[in-house]
């Protein structure tokens, strides 16, 4: 089992930008490939971002490329989100997961789930 509590999100202006955390506890972390989703209402949950397990591949929805990078720091038990050029088409709920293989894309199935943290993007 993983657990994984998020941090970071808020309320920012257009343009600016976030930086979201997830601490993990439990299963260790560097074999769990972690991710970022977001879910904004009345849309199905989607995958943002992923990261390998020792952080060397990364993986990106491209509505984010070149705005959002993923990180990981293993000696810490965190992943990180950063966010820049936030638009407010960025407001969702943002979730912080962990699977296992090698890396999580849009196309797995995480197996860990966060409890989500809020980011609201006012224009």
């Known amino acids: 089992q993983v657990q994984l509590v998020e941090s970071g999100g808020g309320l920012v202006q257009a343009g600016g930008s976030l930086r979201l955390s997830c601490a993990a506890s439990?299963?260790?972390?560097?074999?769990?490939?972690m991710g970022w989703f977001r879910q904004s209402p009345g849309k199905e949950r989607e995958f943002v971002a992923g990261i390998s397990l020792l952080g060397g591949t990364t993986s990106y929805v491209d509505s984010v490329k070149g705005r959002f990078t993923i990180s990981r720091d293993n000696a810490k038990n965190t992943v990180y989100l950063q966010m820049s050029s936030l638009k407010p088409e960025d407001s969702a709920v943002y979730y912080c997961a962990g699977g296992t293989g090698p890396i999580l894309t849009s196309r797995t199935r995480p197996t860990y789930w966060g409890q989500g943290t809020q980011v609201t993007v006012s224009s």
């Open positions: 439990g299963r260790t972390f560097s074999s769990t490939a």
